[in-house]
């Protein structure tokens, strides 16, 4: 045990990036994304990890989890030991949200440090179950006018070949839902009739207007209707399931794997959506798509596409990983070494470069960080 390589510290930054354009969905505005990077130590060797939270999980980070005993002077090798670890240190914290968020983040470094330990890219650690990991553009906000998403989804798939898209809907918490048709049909002539087209209403709506809209959007050809109503009422999610002709998703805002079998087993979901920067990392996102597998449904990967890449390509039951907007620019502009979508998939480790192949590129993100 003395002989394998011990964690040795944990530092944390906090990066906040202004949007390109005011951004909004059907329940929620912002124009700034806040990334917190934690960095994994063992001796000369540095994994990275990261999740889209508030600054404070940096905080949560150097006071719960860089103890000895949870994550420092543990072997490096040893990740799912320190994740359980983690996972009671929170205890009276409280696991979902914030915490679970940290853990998350500590959680992706120290497999991406493992990974560099042993000079593999994650996905060849893990075990490849495919090559290539299609992706779907995602954004088409609220906010957008007619000319900017357009301009946004003709990027993806006349430019980029990406043959799927997600726009959002629910505009004001349901109460644009004329506006919203007409964003899905302008959405649907701009793409054609060759690409997927999906919306995600951020649970803006109730039972009866999604019931109500599910005529029109079947008409414009959606087959993925994402979070139609919010992920907390699953007796409603899945009586639509039930009801509605297109695939009923959720589960980006699951933090725990009992939540994701309860969504599961509620019958509320086609394919389950978990997001490895808020459910406990890659062990956790793992678990959630073993879970997902056993009871025969797909796993869609949410947001962080550069976080999920490599262990998005470890799994059988996949359906694809979100090509986020906001994140997919911070991404570019923090790290080098992220993949090119181009054509609808991404090939992790197709480089052979150690970890997630990620590195923080210093200088383009100085500016962006904060105490």
């Known amino acids: 045990m003395s002989d ?9 930054a906090v990066y906040t990036v202004p949007t390109d354009t005011p951004e909004a969905d059907g329940t929620l505005a912002w124009d700034r994304t806040t990334l917190v990077l934690v960095t994994a130590r063992s001796g000369h060797t540095t994994g990275l990890g990261y999740t889209y939270a508030p600054a404070a999980t940096a905080h949560l980070v150097q006071e719960l989890l860089t103890g ?11 990740v799912p030991r320190a ?11 409280g696991l979902p949200g914030v915490a679970a968020q940290a853990i998350s983040a500590v959680d992706i470094a120290l497999w991406d440090l493992k990974s560099r330990l042993l000079g593999l890219p994650l996905v060849h650690l893990l075990g490849a179950a495919r090559d290539a990991v299609p992706v779907y553009g995602s954004g088409g906000f609220t906010t957008y006018d007619a000319e900017r998403q357009d301009r946004q989804l003709r990027h993806w798939t006349h430019e980029s070949g990406i043959p799927r898209v997600k726009i959002k809907i629910g505009e004001s918490w349901g109460r644009r839902t004329e506006r ?41 050809g959606v087959t993925w209707f994402e979070e139609p109503v919010s992920c907390d009422h699953l007796t409603i999610l899945a009586d639509l399931r039930h009801r509605l002709p297109m695939d009923v998703t959720a589960g980006e805002y699951g933090y725990t794997l009992p939540y994701f079998a309860q969504l599961i087993t509620a019958g509320a979901v086609d394919c389950l959506q978990a997001d490895a920067t808020r459910c406990g990392g890659i062990t956790g996102w793992l678990r959630a798509a073993a ?8 796993i869609s990967g949410h947001c962080a596409p550069s976080a999920h890449a490599h262990a998005a390509a470890a799994v059988p039951g996949l359906r694809h990983l979100e090509w986020f907007h906001d994140h997919v620019r911070i ?5 080098d070494g992220v993949l090119d979508p181009g054509g609808g998939s991404i090939t992790p480790g197709a480089d052979g470069a150690p970890g997630l192949g990620l590195t923080l590129a210093e200088e383009r993100a100085e500016p962006y960080r904060v105490e």
């Open 4 to 12: 394998l390589p011990a964690i040795d510290a944990l530092d944390t």
């Open 180 to 220: 919203d048709l007409e964003r899905v049909d302008r959405a649907r002539a701009t793409i054609g009739d060759g690409a997927e087209l999906y919306v995600d209403a951020n649970g803006a709506y109730t039972g009866g207007q999604a019931r109500r809209l599910a005529g029109p959007l079947a008409d414009a």
């Open 83 to 93: 994740n359980e670890e983690m996972l009671r240190a929170v205890r009276n914290a």
């Open 68 to 78: 000895t005993g949870t994550v420092t002077g543990r072997p490096a090798l040893d």
């Open 331 to 335: 991404e570019r502009l923090l790290f």
């Open 291 to 298: 879970l997902a597998h056993a009871h025969g449904i797909d």
